[in-house]
């Protein structure tokens, strides 16, 4: 198969663990909390720079695409205005809110919004997608990320595009998996950065990060560790980002 790498740069690094995620930030209580922060962080980062210039690669006109986790809409607005009908699953209410905002501001329309967890969807109600995108939001489920590979499989799409911080898991010798190969997979360095309008926002973000059992700095030395830049106290973070294509092998 043809190895996907769509211009980015491939580096090598140690991928965290699933087990380092805490519990608590799998829960959509969680996510209606955290949407403004993540809103923040959108605001001003170009994290998903390089998985929208890998979907070039991959993603053709007419395609439908399920966005797992769509969040609000970074990448599915944009396969939508290239002409994918594009269904999104995002159980959080507050960031469908964003969602709903970001596809009114775009004039664009998603093809449906699925409002329930991934875990809790039957794949056989899923069945004639071109593509199931999952970015960084498989490790979030309750059942982990292997058992929801296992159910993206089961609804049978032409082609997988698994996106994470974490190490992509698919596992070949599976009933499902045996039906895919892989066509393509890498990483490439991504900023994750974020811009706070004041030490006391950032405060505020370390604070929620405390009470969910994220890993964080003490204050002090966060504190410290804040560039003053055009205007905004950045938190300057780069991160690598996993990436995983997987085609039917029937296709």
């Known amino acids: 198969m043809k190895r996907f790498e769509a211009g980015l740069e491939t580096r090598a690094s140690i991928a965290p663990s699933e087990a380092s995620v805490p519990a608590e930030i799998r829960s959509i209580a969680y996510w209606d909390e955290y949407a403004p922060w993540y809103k923040l962080w959108l605001d001003h980062t170009d994290y998903h720079r390089g998985i929208k210039a890998l979907l070039a690669g991959i993603v053709r006109p007419g395609w439908r695409v399920l966005d797992i986790g769509g969040g609000s809409g970074v990448l599915a607005i944009p396969l939508i205005r290239s002409g994918c009908r594009v269904a999104i699953v995002e159980p959080s209410g507050a960031m469908r809110g964003f969602l709903g905002q970001e ?3 775009k004039k664009a329309a998603a093809e449906v919004v699925i409002v329930l967890p991934w875990e809790d969807i039957d794949p056989a109600e899923l ?7 999952a970015c960084n939001s498989l490790h979030l489920t309750r059942v982990g990320s292997a058992a929801a590979v296992r159910q993206i499989l089961e ?3 032409a082609h997988v595009l698994v ?3 974490l190490e992509p898991s698919f596992t070949s010798g599976s009933k499902c998996g045996s039906a895919y190969e892989v066509a393509g997979s890498g990483s490439f360095l991504a900023e994750n950065s974020f811009h706070y309008h004041s030490v006391e926002e950032a405060l505020r973000h370390l604070d929620l990060k405390d009470r969910h059992g994220q890993d964080h700095p003490s204050r002090e030395d966060f504190v410290r560790s804040l560039v003053f830049k055009a205007g905004h106290y950045v938190n300057q973070r780069w991160t690598t980002v996993r990436w995983l294509h997987l085609c039917r092998a029937s296709d």
């Open 103 to 105: 596809l009114r501001d």
């Open 127 to 133: 069945a004639g997608f071109d593509l199931a995108l």
């Open 155 to 157: 609804a049978r799409p």
């Open 163 to 165: 996106v994470s911080e």
